[in-house]
């Protein structure tokens, strides 16, 4: 059982202590990270990843309730408590989508046949362009890759910390990842730019030149602010798949969607 994960901190690009003492995660806490591009985003998501013991550019520890994860922890895959989704993530083997939900979940002794249809459909809550069972995962675009990965990381994959790097810029419905993960009871990380996902977490860490500068948590205001966001993001988005339809954008319609 995962509780809390722990960060102590490690040296930014200059070789300077980073100025936090530790920072700690809970189980069903979400958390963004956002920085300028360069500032170490990936690279501290990387640490989380690895469990990095202070091996890796950054020289930061990472702990699993409190203690330092033994080998078995750290490298065997099946035991890895982590899953990551990053734009670059793709699905190499040659399979179905429905045949690569069940090797994961018979991996996983999941005994629940009806666990591969609610992952397909979770999926498409977080797409538009349909994933099928029969899709062979290989040719499926980035965006429907990363909603299976992800609808995979919630339902079928154990892992309590889930590690999103900068998912928003293809093809994925954030509000419905948001509304669906932060249920989760898991630690869930996302890398991004987008204001949305930013303001729709319990707190969020600044970095710059590769420290963690800050850590700041949600304020009324901000609270609200992200509700009005959700609605001007829905107002976009739905103006998105009408344009993807090939769709006139009249102020009619604009404003139809907009209910
Ligand atoms: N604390 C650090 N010490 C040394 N190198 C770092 C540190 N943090 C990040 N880097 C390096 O700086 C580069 C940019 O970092 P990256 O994490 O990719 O930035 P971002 O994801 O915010 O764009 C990478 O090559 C990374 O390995
Ligand atoms: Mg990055």
Do not use: W
């Not at 994960?5 to 956002?34: C, H, M, Q, W, Y």
């Not at 990551?84 to 083997?93: E, G, L, P």
């Not at 249920?183 to 890398?191: A, E, R």
Request: with cysteine; proline share 3%; net charge negative.
């Amino acid at each position: 059982m995962i509780r809390e994960i722990t960060i102590l901190p490690g040296f930014d690009k200059d070789g300077s202590r980073e100025g936090f003492n530790e920072l700690n995660l809970k189980a069903g806490e979400t958390v963004s990270i956002v920085g300028p591009t360069g500032s170490g985003k990936t690279a501290l998501i990387s640490d989380i990843e690895l469990l990095a013991q202070g091996d890796t550019a950054t020289k930061r520890k990472v702990l699993i309730n409190g203690t330092v994860p033994d080998e078995q922890t750290r490298y065997n895959p099946a035991l890895k408590p982590i899953a990551m989704i990053t734009q670059n993530t793709k699905c190499f083997a040659d399979l179905t989508v429905v045949e690569f939900l069940e090797i994961h979940a018979r991996a996983r002794k999941i005994e629940n046949d009806s666990i591969i249809e609610e992952t397909i459909v979770l999926a498409n809550n977080f797409t538009g362009e349909k994933i099928y069972a029969g899709n062979r995962v290989t040719t499926l675009s980035g965006g429907q890759t990363r909603s299976l990965l992800i609808a995979d990381a919630i339902l079928i994959g154990a892992a309590p910390i889930i590690l999103l790097d900068e998912i928003e810029n293809a093809g994925i419905f954030k509000q419905e990842v948001i509304e669906l993960i932060v249920d989760s009871g898991k630690v869930i990380v996302f890398v991004t730019h987008d204001p949305v996902i930013a303001l729709h977490t319990d707190r969020r860490i600044i970095m710059e030149n590769g420290a963690i500068k800050g850590i700041l948590g949600r304020d009324e205001s901000e609270i609200h602010v992200a509700q009005n966001l959700i609605i001007l993001d829905q107002r976009i988005g739905a103006i998105r798949e009408e344009l993807r339809a090939g769709k006139v954008i009249s102020n009619e319609l604009a404003l139809l969607n907009l209910a």
